[in-house]
Nanobody, 116 residues
């Protein structure tokens, strides 16, 4: 079965950095587009970044462009989100997602809190 396990969240001060990881299994990772989403309290889940199966194409939400980088290691079946220059408004639960076999699969999420 498809499994996505996120890690790397935590508490960080404004201006700091975190790297999130999403370990995937149960599907052909190297052929799959992967995405990171986030959901802040009281808000809808929003798309943060997407990466193509080869890593050659990436897209970002305007709110994170220039600060976040999505990348992947197909040998490790893992997708990452490098987050720099973090702001309090980046506080949210971050999820990775894959669309596989006509179904969206989500991880359990990892909490990122940006606060002094």
């Amino acid at each position: 079965q498809v499994q996505l396990v996120e890690s790397g969240g935590g508490l960080v001060q404004p201006g700091g950095s975190l790297r999130l990881s999403c370990a995937a299994s149960g599907f052909t990772f190297s052929r799959s587009v992967m995405s990171w989403y986030r959901q802040a309290p009281g808000k809808e889940r929003e798309l943060v970044a997407t990466i193509s199966s080869t890593g050659g194409s990436k897209n970002y939400a305007d709110s994170v462009k220039g600060r976040f980088t999505i990348f992947r290691d197909n040998a490790k079946n893992t997708v990452y989100l490098q987050m720099n220059s973090l702001k309090p408004e980046d506080t949210a639960v971050y999820y990775c997602k894959v669309y596989w076999s006509a179904t969206n699969y989500w991880g359990q999420g990892t909490q990122v809190t940006v606060s002094s």
